[in-house]
């Protein structure tokens, strides 16, 4: 054992008291510790604070007191200078007899050690360690210390150089509001959170403001101020951030049935913030829940109070996830109005509405302008609201944040119903399908090529096919699908090029048709039954648009190929399909033959 002038240091395989004599150590200071254990370090200030237990004395002369007190002392000691693995143990049995050793004991043994200032920074910490702990289960020890005392003990660790250090003293700190009520502590808290000699001060303070339970507090005017702080937060957050206000539902739900007036109102602006940061499928039960409350506060006289409910209210309608009752007798009372009037009188009334913010309210109204428009058509829509309307509908497709079918069905109807007078806002249009296609998301890109179907049959009419398809560059995307590693790709192109092929026949595209033809050929050596299918019939196509001559000089370089891979696939290409591609070609070739 390592005896120094402060104390000894333990040493495995030494001798303690011949090192201690060699040393010239005091007698009075013990090498060893009976009922303690393993220690890293003994110094002289712990025999000051801690003689009681130095002492060998009879167990059985001592008082429920005395022994709960040498417990205490032998458990801070293990705590203070034991091995990590002693030092666990004792932190848990202080925690857990908390209770049992009572607030003043406690404190008795706690402050004396903390206010030494001999001691190293581990040693402080690690006492702050043992008040914060017992503190969550036994408030009665600020009540025992008082606030002064509490504040100079742990003044020295409010700008400590370690954050982890800081932020267990703002827990303790939080602990000490909660026991003796937060007005007593504001002064304090003032004067730390403005402090200009310490930013690891005005941190701390900060910190114990974040960690005090302030909804539940005792006093009306900190749970006001608390409601208003979260409702201030959530804004800020927006839309973002519903993880950290979870543990907050419940205080503030129990809250808005306890609490009238002011802290009310402040209780439901919080909640009002809160709704539209939650997912679509858990506001709709919150918004049952405060939707009674709302309607007991719409007779308030206090017009305060109105404007609050007014807004939640507004916030809550516009919440994802919020499914109107009346949705669908709205939406059929107004094709009935358009029944008994005029397309034009309907839709010019409601088309502004497609550019609402509210995403529920815009698919309400672009539902109520496809149906008027499906059953009593568009023929009555004048060019200032057909400009209207298109613009309209584009700004609710592009604004949509979740691909959504009746969008898609209004957008297909409203310029199918147009006809060849949506040709001035082509470009706009494709424009907006070229972008959705190049988008990651697979969902986005299946909404941008069912529109372009859905369109289809309007653009023939306009005469703008090779427009769109100069924007949407077909060939660069069958090319790349061609010669794309995934199957499904090639599969899904060899489709395409089949009724392309079947498509321009006799039209004077057999270059275009040729190039496709050289790429797809080469992925008839597949072995996947649906790619090789696919490429089949793409094949088989071809034979229609570039004549059975062509796909012969295909066949022919296969069979007279040395290789057996090659040549069976050529043998494949002939079985069942001669008759109908292979032999016109071969009498074209080969008269003398037939």
Same mark, same amino acid.
């Not at 004991?105 to 920074?121: A, C, G, N, Q, S």
């Not at 919080?270 to 939707?291: N, R, W």
């Not at 796909?551 to 001669?578: E, M, N, T, W």
């Given at each position: 054992?390592?005896?120094?002038?402060?104390?000894? *240091?333990?040493?495995?395989?030494?001798?303690?008291?011949?090192?201690?004599?060699?040393?010239?150590?005091?007698?009075?200071?013990?090498?060893?510790?009976?009922?303690?254990?393993?220690?890293?370090?003994?110094?002289?200030?712990?025999?000051?604070?801690?003689?009681?237990?130095?002492?060998?004395?009879?167990?059985?002369?001592?008082?429920?007191?005395?022994?709960?007190? +040498?417990?205490?002392? +032998?458990?801070?000691?293990?705590?203070?200078?034991?091995?990590?693995?002693?030092?666990?143990?004792?932190?848990?049995?202080?925690?857990?007899?908390?209770?049992?050793?009572?607030?003043?004991?406690?404190?008795?043994?706690?402050?004396? &050690?903390?206010?030494?200032?001999?001691?190293?920074?581990?040693?402080?910490?690690?006492?702050?360690?043992?008040?914060?702990?017992?503190?969550?289960?036994?408030?009665?020890?600020?009540?025992?210390?008082?606030?002064?005392?509490?504040?100079?003990?742990?003044?020295?660790?409010?700008?400590?150089?370690?954050?982890?250090?800081?932020?267990?003293?703002?827990?303790?700190?939080?602990?000490?509001?909660?026991?003796?009520?937060?007005?007593?502590?504001?002064?304090?808290?003032?004067?730390?959170?403005?402090?200009?000699?310490?930013?690891?001060?005005? %941190?701390?303070?900060?910190?114990?403001?974040?960690?005090?339970?302030?909804?539940?507090?005792?006093?009306?005017?900190?749970?006001?101020?608390?409601?208003?702080?979260?409702?201030?937060?959530?804004?800020?957050?927006?839309?973002?951030?519903?993880?950290?206000?979870?543990?907050?539902?419940?205080?503030?739900?129990?809250?808005?049935?306890?609490?009238?007036?002011?802290?009310? @109102?402040?209780?439901?602006?919080?909640?009002?913030?809160?709704?539209?940061?939650?997912? #679509?499928?858990?506001?709709?039960?919150?918004?049952?829940?405060?939707?009674?409350?709302?309607?007991?506060?719409?007779?308030?006289?206090?017009?305060?109070?109105?404007?609050?409910?007014?807004?939640?209210?507004?916030?809550?309608? @516009?919440?994802?996830?919020?499914?109107?009752?009346?949705?669908?007798?709205?939406?059929?009372?107004?094709?009935?109005?358009?029944?008994?009037?005029?397309?034009?009188?309907?839709?010019?009334?409601?088309?502004?509405?497609?550019?609402?913010?509210?995403?529920?309210?815009?698919?309400?109204?672009?539902?109520?302008?496809?149906?008027?428009?499906?059953?009593?058509?568009?023929?009555?829509?004048?060019?200032?609201?057909?400009?209207?309307?298109?613009?309209?509908?584009?700004?609710?497709? $592009?604004?949509?944040?979740?691909?959504?079918?009746?969008?898609?069905?209004?957008?297909?109807?409203?310029?199918?119903?147009?006809?060849?007078?949506?040709? #001035?806002?082509?470009?706009?249009?494709?424009?907006?399908?070229?972008?959705?296609?190049?988008?990651?998301?697979?969902?986005?890109? $299946?909404? @941008?090529?069912?529109?372009?179907?859905?369109?289809?049959?309007?653009?023939?009419? +306009?005469?703008?096919?090779?427009?769109?398809?100069?924007?949407?560059?077909?060939?660069?995307?069958?090319?790349?699908?061609?010669?794309? +590693?995934?199957?499904? *790709?090639?599969?899904?192109?060899?489709?395409?090029?089949?009724?392309?092929?079947?498509?321009?026949?006799?039209?004077?595209?057999?270059?275009?048709?040729?190039?496709?033809?050289?790429?797809?050929?080469?992925?008839?050596?597949?072995?996947?039954? %649906?790619?090789?299918?696919?490429?089949?019939?793409?094949?088989? @196509?071809?034979?229609?648009? &570039?004549?059975?001559?062509?796909?012969?000089?295909?066949?022919?370089?296969?069979?007279? %190929?040395?290789?057996?891979?090659?040549?069976? $696939?050529?043998?494949?290409?002939?079985?069942?399909?001669?008759?109908?591609? &292979?032999? #016109?070609?071969?009498?074209?070739?080969?008269?003398?033959?037939?």
């Amino acid at each position: 054992m390592s005896i120094t002038e402060v104390g000894f *240091h333990s040493l495995e395989g030494s001798d303690d008291a011949a090192a201690a004599a060699a040393a010239g150590l005091a007698p009075d200071l013990p090498t060893e510790i009976p009922g303690v254990g393993s220690l890293a370090f003994f110094k002289a200030e712990d025999a000051q604070y801690l003689a009681k237990i130095l002492k060998e004395e009879d167990e059985t002369e001592l008082s429920m007191d005395e022994m709960k007190e +040498c417990k205490i002392m +032998c458990l801070l000691l293990k705590i203070k200078n034991g091995t990590p693995p002693v030092r666990k143990t004792a932190l848990r049995q202080i925690t857990d007899k908390a209770r049992e050793f009572g607030a003043g004991p406690l404190v008795d043994k706690i402050l004396p &050690l903390l206010m030494e200032r001999t001691f190293e920074d581990q040693e402080r910490h690690l006492l702050v360690k043992v008040i914060d702990r017992p503190l969550l289960i036994d408030e009665d020890y600020s009540k025992s210390a008082g606030l002064a005392y509490m504040i100079s003990t742990m003044r020295l660790d409010i700008d400590h150089a370690d954050e982890y250090v800081r932020n267990t003293t703002a827990g303790a700190f939080s602990m000490v509001a909660s026991a003796l009520g937060i007005p007593s502590l504001l002064p304090f808290l003032e004067a730390v959170c403005g402090s200009k000699k310490s930013w690891q001060a005005r %941190h701390t303070g900060i910190r114990i403001v974040q960690q005090i339970d302030g909804l539940q507090d005792e006093q009306q005017k900190v749970r006001t101020m608390t409601a208003l702080a979260l409702a201030a937060l959530a804004e800020a957050a927006a839309p973002y951030g519903i993880e950290s206000f979870d543990n907050l539902l419940k205080p503030l739900w129990v809250g808005i049935r306890l609490h009238r007036g002011k802290s009310l @109102a402040a209780f439901l602006k919080a909640i009002g913030f809160i709704l539209p940061l939650m997912d #679509p499928e858990y506001v709709s039960y919150y918004i049952k829940e405060v939707t009674i409350i709302l309607i007991r506060e719409f007779q308030t006289s206090n017009e305060e109070m109105k404007k609050i409910v007014l807004k939640v209210v507004q916030q809550c309608a @516009a919440t994802e996830g919020v499914t109107p009752q009346n949705y669908r007798q709205v939406v059929e009372t107004t094709v009935e109005l358009a029944q008994k009037s005029v397309v034009a009188e309907i839709v010019g009334r409601i088309v502004n509405d497609l550019k609402d913010e509210a995403k529920p309210y815009r698919k309400m109204v672009m539902e109520t302008i496809t149906k008027v428009v499906a059953s009593l058509g568009a023929s009555d829509i004048d060019e200032g609201l057909e400009v209207r309307l298109v613009n309209g509908i584009i700004y609710s497709f $592009q604004e949509q944040t979740t691909e959504d079918q009746v969008m898609l069905d209004g957008f297909g109807t409203v310029v199918n119903a147009l006809g060849i007078r949506v040709k #001035p806002y082509l470009t706009q249009i494709v424009s907006t399908i070229l972008w959705r296609l190049n988008n990651k998301n697979a969902k986005v890109r $299946q909404q @941008a090529a069912d529109l372009t179907t859905r369109l289809a049959v309007v653009i023939k009419q +306009c005469g703008a096919l090779s427009f769109v398809f100069e924007h949407t560059s077909v060939m660069t995307m069958l090319e790349d699908a061609l010669t794309d +590693c995934d199957l499904v *790709h090639r599969r899904t192109a060899s489709t395409i090029i089949k009724h392309l092929a079947l498509g321009v026949a006799g039209l004077g595209c057999e270059d275009s048709m040729l190039h496709l033809m050289n790429l797809v050929w080469p992925n008839c050596f597949e072995t996947s039954p %649906h790619v090789i299918g696919a490429v089949m019939d793409a094949v088989e @196509a071809m034979h229609v648009t &570039l004549g059975p001559g062509v796909l012969l000089s295909y066949v022919l370089q296969g069979l007279f %190929h040395p290789a057996r891979k090659v040549l069976a $696939q050529g043998v494949l290409c002939i079985d069942g399909r001669a008759p109908v591609t &292979l032999v #016109p070609g071969a009498r074209n070739a080969y008269p003398l033959v037939a």
